[in-house]
């Protein structure tokens, strides 16, 4: 299927809300990623993301020239819905209203972390890095990175070509978020310094 018919599929579940299974890696047919379709631009694809256990893992921006195949309305997809049911997983979308499909569809959640003070993560090929967005325009984004220990680090500024993944609220993020704040309750415990 050409890249195209891929767009215009996603976008369709997208209108939807419909639970698809999307497969990105060429050298692993069975690595594919599920949950809902958001939203679509020309060249990005929102998905709020389920573990296979049927439980949401936050949402994925990933570049829809990457997406190979696109599965909807098979077993797997209604076995992820019966296994939410059985955990009152409820699909909170990351937008109230999704952006219009001419919108800078990366670009618009980067801004939506920025003012929630969301924690996210970009995978460009085998790294990942994990901050806060500072700053993000159709070209850049400047993050406030997060040491190994949830503390803050350096700033780096990234460009949005490179971004193959941007992860908020998975697994990943949740962990760091819990580091900060335990950090902070570390600090509020400390002494003051001696003057």
Same mark, same amino acid.
């Given at each position: 299927m050409n890249n195209g018919y891929m767009v215009y599929l996603l /976008? =369709?579940?997208?209108?939807?809300?419909a639970l698809a299974s999307v497969y990105t890696d060429p050298n692993d047919p069975e690595g594919f990623c599920a949950g809902?379709?958001?939203a679509v631009d020309a060249q990005h694809v929102l998905m709020c993301d389920l573990t296979p256990w049927g439980q949401i893992?936050?949402? /994925? =921006?990933?570049?829809?020239q990457d997406v190979l195949s696109v599965l909807y309305g098979e077993e797997y997809e209604q076995r992820l819905a019966m296994l939410m049911a059985h955990y009152r997983e409820h699909h909170r979308p990351f937008f109230t209203d999704a952006p219009a499909e001419d919108t800078d569809l990366l670009l618009?959640?980067?801004?939506?972390?920025?003012?929630?003070?969301?924690i996210v993560s970009a995978i460009m090929g085998e790294e990942m890095i994990t901050g806060r967005?500072?700053?993000a325009n159709g070209l850049r984004m400047k993050l406030r990175l997060l040491d190994f220990f949830g503390r803050e680090a350096e700033e780096e500024t990234l460009p949005l070509r490179e971004i193959e993944i941007l992860e908020i609220g998975t697994q990943e993020e949740r962990m760091y978020g819990v580091l900060e704040e335990i950090e902070r309750q570390r600090m509020t415990l400390l002494p003051p310094e001696e003057t």
């Open positions: /976008r =369709v579940l997208a209108a939807q809300g809902f379709v958001e893992d936050g949402w /994925r =921006v990933r570049r829809n618009s959640v980067l801004l939506a972390c920025r003012e929630r003070g969301e967005v500072l700053e």
